[in-house]
């Protein structure tokens, strides 16, 4: 088994075809605690155990997300080949769908036991310890594996999600570059390496580097949105608008998207289009403040004056509530012990209709406090919260 491309995380589904648990992987990894899966591509070698029926039936029930099966399958796998870390990998990959990160982090400790020169290993091992909140800790197995196997480009890109998630722009930048130098058909490295460009105001770089990641993967989703993203902020709107129509088929349950595609329409002066943009994302996200504000300024513009006092409250809201979340995801990276911390930003994120980060967040207050009775009613409230939530498509 290998680590999959750009963490990609699979979702856990209940008996009678329920869906109680939807996570995703992505980066995105926006914030920097992130219980990502990797299957598929990654560091060490080639799986010696493919053949092997109990790893082959545990990744069919993987794929139907029947997780119990999986994980007995691969356990039945451990026990008929001892000594060996790829099953110990598999359940370790398994627990961290369902956000069993302490649970995990003990499997992918006995792989690393079992062959302590395999990078493969560290990498899990540090996806689950980066569970757990431990960033330092996240660190230093996602070094241990890049030295060990330089030439993958996973630690690389994993150190770069850390980086990136401290606010450190140059170190991410770097890093995701290494993972590109390693293997540059990398998408989740260009992508986000692309991301940081922008935000630094180095448009034609990212859009260059968009460009040449598409010829390698010209159905990357998140490739082609920041492509359309860099051109929208270089200027060229007609070309941004033609990017944004091509990809949102692709994205029916994502807001930004449609809130760049009114920008893009708001500076080509199709004011009346842009309206419907951002209405249409504001009927996926509530909260996307940004698009309370372009919405206001375009009411404004238009003589709309009541509609637009009403955006900007609506704006103050939500920037609000952004601007709690990114403190208290500050602090639980500071404090990642702190249940009270843990339990205010799963609130936070819940209230965002976040439900997803708030299952990963209240999955460690969990784990620090069981017994929790206020941790116990948000765990509720997340489950009823993702039973209704439709999947969207991964950044």
Request: hydrophobic fraction near 45%; charged fraction near 25%.
């Amino acid at each position: 088994m290998g680590a999959g491309r750009g963490g990609q995380v699979r979702a856990a589904g209940a008996a009678g075809r329920k869906r109680l648990f939807f996570l995703l992987v992505c980066a995105a990894f926006a914030a920097g605690v992130v219980a990502a899966v990797l299957l598929g591509r990654g560091a060490g070698p080639q799986d010696p155990l493919s053949a092997d029926p109990d790893m082959r039936r545990g990744k069919e029930a993987l794929d139907a997300d029947r997780v119990h099966e999986a994980l007995t399958a691969f356990e039945s796998a451990r026990l008929h080949n001892p000594g060996r870390p790829e099953p110990l990998l598999a359940i370790a990959r398994t627990l961290l769908t369902v956000a069993q990160a302490r649970s995990a982090l003990d499997a992918a400790q006995q792989a690393c036991a079992a062959a302590p020169e395999n990078a493969e290993c560290h990498l899990v091992r540090g996806q689950a310890i980066e569970a757990t909140g431990d960033r330092d800790g996240a660190t230093a197995a996602y070094t241990h594996a890049r030295t060990l196997d330089p030439r993958s480009p996973e630690p690389s890109y994993r150190l770069g999600r850390l980086a990136e998630a401290r606010h450190q722009t140059e170190p991410a930048m770097r890093y995701y570059r290494e993972a590109l130098a390693a293997d540059p058909g990398h998408a989740p490295a260009a992508h986000h390496l692309s991301t940081q460009l922008m935000a630094s105001g180095a448009f034609e770089e990212a859009e260059q580097l968009l460009v040449a990641a598409l010829r390698r993967a010209p159905g990357d989703t998140a490739l082609r949105l920041n492509l359309a993203h860099a051109l929208l902020k270089r200027g060229d709107a007609a070309a941004a608008l033609r990017e944004f129509r091509a990809v949102l088929p692709h994205v029916p349950g994502r807001a930004e998207p449609r809130y760049h595609l009114g920008c893009a329409l708001v500076a080509l002066g199709r004011d009346d289009e842009a309206l419907a943009a951002f209405n249409e994302a504001l009927a996926l996200d509530r909260h996307l403040h940004y698009a309370w504000y372009a919405l206001a300024q375009l009411m404004s513009r238009r003589g709309e004056t009541r509609q637009a006092q009403e955006a900007l409250a609506r704006f103050s809201e939500a920037r609000d509530l952004a601007a709690r979340i990114r403190t208290l995801e500050q602090q639980a990276a500071n404090e990642p012990r702190n249940a009270g911390v843990l339990l205010d930003l799963g609130e936070a994120q819940l209230a965002r209709g976040r439900p997803v980060d708030a299952f990963r967040t209240l999955s460690r207050v969990r784990e620090l406090d069981p017994g929790n009775r206020r941790g116990a009613a948000l765990w509720q409230r997340t489950r009823e919260a993702l039973e209704k939530q439709p999947a969207t498509p991964e950044d």
